[in-house]
């Protein structure tokens, strides 16, 4: 009799693992990596390829583990019920006396309990917590005997998931289409990989930077033409020859008069190149011509990612961007691009400080900021997540711009305008353009009084 009864409790405990493993399955597969399944079974793992299937069609998915774990669940509590009962009255009329009267109606009650709580252990809590550890092992490992358990019950299967589906569409709902993954997404992604070291802590900044440059134009990395250095061909020779032998620059723009009559762009090294060749027979202005060519042009709308691939089919570092009206506007280098990248990479000692004295801390709340500082650097600098008043317009490109829209005039040195808990004053115009602006950033802290510290 008692091995029967050990037996017994065998298949129960048998039953209940078995239940288990289908919710384990389940839950597996749905928390599964697309990705990383597939990984593995373009490697030829069939247990990823059956998984993909699964996952693919859920209906019959659910259907078939659903059937096998309301058929444990029937037989378990039957089972259960019928074998335990009657040796659990006598074990309780023989070791407790004092309940002996009430053994065949406490026996029914107990042997549920227990049941119960195995169930929810063994058969759900701790095979869940499992195929949340290690989802696609889990899923993998698995899919094949689901696969073959589904083969077994298609008939059910078929019933239920014609049934589910023909329910779904009379109450009007149709098949979730699968959720493209977000850039916030992405990121989160990066930073719990960084937490866990599976990247390193710079990655998440990088591809971040990379979203960032999708949404960016020519016109928001180039150098504007009034901070260009440039060979007027007109000018004395003396003053070429000046510009020539102090450039910190690999190519200049070349122009007459003004850069709307632009020439093209010449390689300063061409120049001293052909200079030692002709042995001083022609002179810099002869010996620029010759060596100008003509630039690739390309509009200020141009995304950079589009502008990327000018540079790799032209095979230029560099390209005149023009406005609208097809004026010269500026000059963009894939050196400015991967600056957006990678952060600041300057070219010379020059471009270093001048870069260095962007932004200037005066005090705990006060900073020199140049006019020419851009808006997603400013907002970086500042950790100003809100959009700014006209960003969405894309009205302007720099802080001296947003400050122009913010005045809506050409605004005075000393000038005061005061946004949110920002003090913008101008400290110094170059003609009408905002040179050096002095902001003052005083955050509003809440006060809290005694009274409600107290309460």
Known sequence: MDGDV????????????ANGIFSMTELAIVNARKGLLEDSAEKGSKGAQRAIQLSEDPNQMFSTIQIGITLIGIVTG??????????????????????????????????????TYLSLVIGELVPKRLALNAPEKIAIFMAVPMHYFAVVATPL??????????????????????????????????????????????EPRLVDNVFRLADLNAGDVMTPRTQLKWLDLNSPEEEIKERLCHSTHYRLPVGRDSLDELEGLVVVADVFAEHMKQNGHKTLKELVETCTKQPVMVPESISLMKLLEVFRTEGVHETVVLDEYGGFSGLVTLHDIMEKLVGLMPASEDELKEEENRVIQRSDTTWLVDGLLSIDEFKDYFNITKELPGEDEDLYK???????????????ELERYVWEDYTFEIVDMDNVRIDKIMVTHEPVIDEVTDENKDS
């Not at 659990?88 to 004092?98: C, D, L, Q, S």
């Not at 289409?177 to 710079?202: C, H, R, S």
């Open 6 to 17: 050990g037996l017994e409790i065998l298949i129960i405990l048998l039953l209940i693992i």
């Open 398 to 412: 720099t802080v001296g711009g947003f400050l122009m829209y913010l005045f809506g005039r050409i605004p005075k």
């Open 157 to 202: 299967v078929a019933l239920l998931s014609v049934s589910t589906t023909s329910l779904l569409k009379v109450m009007g709902v149709k098949d979730k289409e699968e959720a493209p993954v977000t850039e916030l997404e992405i990121n989160k992604m990066l930073t719990q990989g960084v937490e866990l070291g599976a990247f390193e802590k710079d």
């Open 78 to 115: 039957l089972y259960s019920g019928a074998a335990l009962s009657e040796p659990m009255a006598k074990v309780i009329k023989e070791y407790i006396p004092t309940l002996a009267s009430y053994a065949d109606s406490v026996s029914p009650i107990i042997i549920v309990s227990l049941t």
